[in-house]
């Protein structure tokens, strides 16, 4: 266990990150489709292909989330981890023709200092083909990623990854080795909600995105589905409030950037 996603068995992540810009992408890889959903609760989310993850929508697995800086720019971000997924075969099949499905959502990094005019076309697409093509078991934290341009109001913010193991084995890291059904995965994801509600003070304004996708894997069945998957719930949410504060604490400080706690408090 490296208290990472990537403890859950099938899953690779990756990351790219332009300091120029002062931005980066994370793609999160599933080695084989996974059954994801979606809860969120900010007033303003940036996020690309959430509505086809409502229990009730007829794709149930997807191939990648990507997580991006950029607000609605990084959303092209998609589009790049796509370009990648297609290029290895990977997809929903119709006919002769797979068509990668890819869900993201965008924080908003756009004040940060970086340079932000690049004309035209954002880099993201081709930072988001950058990562998904450096999808390994391990990958940076903090300062890196889609978390290469975060802040909080007073310290630097970053990427974070946790894991944990339930009372009945499963791994979760928010996605988890567990076969889900879109319904249960739904839960998940609402559960998971209360450990960012737990590190983030207040959470779920109207100019927060607070979008938490669960997935998974599918590797080993739920034994007792009612129990399992409210020892799914807690451990998702304990997770993502730990991954906050390792994204805090393990970031680096920006030129002309607020400071990052371990500046603060060493």
Known sequence: M?????????????NADDARIASGVTAILFEQPAVASVDVRGGAPATRETDLLEPHRSVEHIDAVVLSG???????????????????????????????????????DLLNGGDKAWGRFSPY????????S???????????GAGFGATTVNRKGGLGSASAVTRGGHVVGVATDAALSKAQAKELAVMAQDGLARAIYPAHK?????????AG??????????????????AAANVLARAVARAVFEAAALPGGPPSWQECHS
């Open 2 to 14: 490296k208290n990472l996603i990537t403890d859950v068995a099938g899953i690779m992540v990756g």
């Open 70 to 108: 950029g607000s609605a720019f990084g959303l092209d971000a998609g589009s790049g981890v796509h370009a990648y997924l297609h290029e290895h075969g990977r997809g929903f099949p119709i006919g002769d023709v797979r068509v990668p499905i890819v869900c993201g959502a965008s924080l908003f």
């Open 125 to 132: 697409r081709e930072l988001g083909y950058r990562a998904a």
């Open 206 to 214: 109207t100019f927060d995105g607070d979008t938490v996708f669960a």
């Open 217 to 234: 894997t599918g590797r080993r069945p739920l034994a007792d589905p009612l129990v399992a998957l409210a020892d799914l719930g807690i």
């Open 134 to 144: 450096a999808a390994a078991l391990s990958f940076g934290l903090g300062t890196a």
